[in-house]
Every structure is written in C-alpha cells, then in structure tokens.
C-alpha cells in the first residue's frame, strides 16, 4: 500500500526544526512492506497546488496527516485539499490533539475518516493492513472511526513498553537540505512518557506517566547517523530527558565513548539535576538545557502541581552556569490563580534569573490544550476559557484568563516581553559588532540573524520562484535573493555562500541558464 505522510507547518516562534514523529511512522510503514512519502510542509509554504502535485504522482491509498493544536487548522485544511484531490482516499489524522477532541475533529472536518489515539506507530501500521483486507478494522486498536452517524472507538491501545522495536526514524524521507539550510538542530527522543502532574501540561495524557526509555546504544546511533547527514547540534526530545539518573549518565558515557563530537541541549526540571548530572552532560557535549520554571510565584507553582520551588530554581541555574552550560528558563503567564501582583513576580524573577547567572528566559501564553487539567477542570481551577479557535492556541495569544488576571494584563506582560527581547537583541546586535559575543549566546544570537532571512526563503519557496540565470549566476541569485526577502545583501551573501558549501542548495547547468535548486 501507498502511504503518504504529511506534517503541517507552526509558526517561526515555535523554532521549528527536523522532527522525528512522522519518520518514526514512516519506519514503521515500510517495515511492514508499504510504500511511503512524506510531504513535509514545516519549511516549505504550504499551497494547494503543492499537495495536488503530490497527490498525482504518488497516487497514496492512504493519507496520514499528524496535528497539534497550534497547527490543527493547517492539518485540516491539507485535508480538505485531499479530499477535493481524491474523493475516496483514506484520510486519517493523529498527534494530541485529536486525540483528546474525537468528537470535534470528526463534526469539523468531514474530510476525515480516521483518527489515531495515541502513539501511532502501530496503530497506522495496522490501519494499511486492515484497509488492504489484511485484517478488520475494528481489530485496529487506538482507533475513532466513523459508522454512518455514530463516532466508534475501538479498544485503547496500551503505549509501546519496548521503545527498541521501533525502527530507526527514516529521516531521509524529509526535505533535508532545507533543514540544514534553516541551522535548526534535530530532534531526537530517548524515553517516552512523564512521571509528573503538571496541569497546564497534556504529557502525561499523551504519552503516559510510566517513562518508558530507548536503549543508550541505539540514542547514541541515531545522534550519530545525525551528524553524518550533516547536523551538528540535536535537541533531546524527551519530557524531561534528567528525570532518571542512570538513563542519562549511560547515554553521556555513550557520547563520550564514542566521541561523537556533537552539540546537543535537552529539557530538564530543576529538582533532578545534581553538579554530577551536568558536569557529566557538559563533558558529554550538553551546551543548552531548558527548564520548565514557570512562575516567579510560589503559590501559582504549588497550583501547577509543579513540585518546586524558587529556591531550586536558583541552585539548579547556579549549577549549570557552573558546569559551563547555557540554562534557559520557560515561563507561563496566565496560570491558575494569576493575579496581576503574581505575574509581576514572575516578571522580575526572571531578570534576576538573567543578572544573577546570566539565564537566557522566554515567556509563553497560557493555552489550555486538549488533554491539560486546567483544561478540563478549568472552572475548578478559576479559569475562563475565552475561545476555542484553536487558530489562536499558539502559546503567544491571550486565550484564557483568572479573575485576577485579565486578558489585558496577561497581554501587557507578553508585550512587555517582546519589548524588553527587542532591547536585548538591540544590544546583542552592539556586542557581536565588537566582536563581545560568545559560547552558546553567540550560537542562538547568529541563529536568530539567519532565521528570519532563511524562513522567507524557505517558507514563501523563493529559490523554486527564481529564473535561470546567465554569467554571474551567484552575484544574480544574490540579488534576486535579497530584493524577494529584503534582507541586508551582505547577511544574504553570506547565507547563501553558507547554504551552497554545506551542499543543501545545488547550482545546475540547463538549456536556459543556471538555476539553483534544493538537493535532493
């Protein structure tokens, strides 16, 4: 069978980078005999004629297509264009959030057949065979179906316990030249699932709160095959990659072992680590770890069910200045019991954060997500739900709200943010210029230059847009480049030059001239 996998885009704030959940199905696929593509639309705009090309030259028997919610719109419309492509093709749909909003997805989007409940790589597994007459397709577990009028749920599927059955992603179905050309690291994932109960978080819903772990060997493998196919940082997916000690101590001595040489950062709480932990994960390689702090308020952590305090949060930012690791701090306004003094709290600790151990920190806007406590138990926890356009749900609009915190305070906070980023970036741009950045800092500072051309180039197709070119053909494209996206020519010219040397961009001689295309 025909299986044709597609992945939405998000937004630039989301830092999109080389995911591995539609690789992961993809493996699964084939390895049960099926024929795959995957049109990944993460860094590519996503068109109607583009999915109508797709649809005619694979001809799939099956259409998967994966959703969260920020990006649930887009995935619904690539259905819609589907359909009108192909009036009998299975459509099925997975990812969290139609998981947990079956009935919702089903009644909005009458292009869909199909929903996936949970980890999907047996499920969709399972969905080719039945619908090759291999097997009944109530025999498919973790699966919502339509009957007639009636939404049918077949039997749950238990998560994966043996994480080492699935086959090694197959990345070399993306588009990755434009992922290496965007500098975003890859992403991989060594456990699954999340032992706590924060309750503005679906996790626990989603994966399960019995961690389930991937053997170090076979991490290590993946990080490697990464780094041959010419990625030199990766983000460690995982909930929380520091919640078990002897996982992650086996994976550094890995890393180490092998000498990998590959840069990498990962998510972590700041009750589980130690100064063995990240001196260890720095020896290993660890540049960046991101921690889920939150609130700068006590009792708006305690309501999260976050088990920490402010306290941990400085010994653990102290730590990882200490092991020469860059600590990024991840802050929610809007929580349950918000109030106008507790988000000026979270405000000024993390400046102090920042002063104190130098703590990179971003704030994002409270979305109750499908699967979230605070969602389902909103009016228990003080929160108004404002809407349900889920095209609104991007972490960066005010979408809910507590007595205490009006939406317009909530959003004074976000823009105070995007205020007091565009001073930092203002001054970061002053020290690089005297040659006063450096480590991990630099790092993100000329990431964040590149991305915004990068994301024009790659996101509005501007290299497919280009005519062939005639005797200059680099000085032409740098031209044609910079007047598309109105970017400074020298950011431009370097870009570019950076682009063709790491081979993601190829110049090809044609009857009409030079055209440069992505390499395949």
């Not at 799939?60 to 887009?74: K, M």
């Not at 095959?225 to 992650?248: A, C, P, Q, S």
């Not at 921690?291 to 653990?316: P, W």
């Not at 806007?365 to 108004?384: I, K, Q, T």
């Amino acid at each position: 069978m025909r299986v044709l996998l597609v992945n939405p885009s998000y937004p630039l704030e989301e830092f999109p980078r080389l995911l591995v959940t539609l690789p992961y199905l993809a493996a699964a696929l084939r390895e049960d005999g099926h024929e795959v593509e995957i049109l990944d639309l993460l860094l590519a705009r996503t068109t109607p004629e583009k999915i109508e090309r797709r649809m005619a030259a694979f001809r799939p028997e099956l259409v998967g297509i994966t959703s969260v919610t920020l990006n649930h719109h887009i995935a619904s419309f690539i259905a819609e264009v589907v359909r009108k492509c192909d009036e009998r093709v299975p459509i099925a749909m997975g990812g969290p959030h139609v998981s947990f909003e079956i009935e919702g997805s089903f009644r909005d989007l009458p292009a869909l057949d199909f929903i996936g409940i949970g980890e999907g790589e047996a499920t969709i597994s399972e969905l080719a065979r039945a619908l090759d007459g291999k097997m009944d397709l109530r025999d498919v577990r973790g699966l919502a179906l339509r009957d007639g009028e009636r939404i049918v749920r077949t039997p749950p599927r238990p998560p994966e316990d043996q994480l080492d059955r699935i086959p090694n992603p197959a990345r070399e179905l993306a588009p990755l030249a434009r992922y290496l050309a965007f500098d975003s690291p890859a992403s991989v994932v060594t456990s699954r699932g999340c032992p706590h109960a924060c309750t503005f978080c679906s996790a626990p819903a989603w994966t399960g709160r019995r961690v389930r772990y991937r053997a170090p060997g076979l991490c290590v493998d993946e990080i490697e095959e990464l780094g041959h196919l010419g990625f030199g940082e990766v983000t460690i997916e995982d909930d929380t990659f520091t919640v078990n000690r002897k996982h992650l101590l086996a994976i550094c001595t890995e890393l180490l072992r092998r000498d990998a040489g590959i840069r990498w950062s990962a998510f972590s709480r700041v009750d589980t680590i130690t100064p063995e932990i990240v001196d260890e994960m720095a020896r290993a390689g660890c540049q960046a770890i991101c921690f889920g702090v939150e609130s700068g308020n006590q009792e708006i952590l305690d309501l999260a069910k976050k088990r920490s305090d402010l306290q941990k949060v400085r010994e653990a930012m102290r730590m990882t200045q200490a092991a020469g690791i860059s600590a990024l701090a991840s802050f929610i306004v809007g929580l349950p019991g918000e109030t106008v003094e507790t988000l000026r709290n979270t405000v000024e600790f993390a400046e102090q954060l920042r002063e104190e151990f130098g703590s990179l920190y971003g704030f994002h806007v409270l979305a109750p997500f499908p699967g979230s406590e605070v969602r389902e138990r909103a009016a228990d926890y003080g929160l108004e739900i404002l809407t349900n356009d889920w095209r609104k749900y991007d972490a960066n609009q005010v979408v809910s709200c507590t007595e205490g915190a009006p939406p317009e305070a909530i959003q004074e906070v976000a823009d105070g943010y995007e205020h007091t980023m565009q001073r930092y970036l203002d001054y970061q741009d002053w020290l690089h210029a005297r040659g006063q950045l450096e480590g991990y800092e630099k790092t993100i500072y000329l990431r964040r230059r590149r991305h915004s051309l990068l994301w024009k180039l790659l996101r509005d197709d501007v290299i497919e847009g280009l005519p062939a070119f005639q005797s200059d053909a680099l000085g032409e494209l740098d031209s044609a480049v910079a007047r598309a996206t109105g970017a400074a020519p020298e950011l431009v010219r370097s870009e570019l030059e950076r682009v063709l040397e790491l081979g993601a961009l190829v110049q090809r001689k044609t009857p009409e001239g030079a055209r440069f295309v992505w390499a395949e």
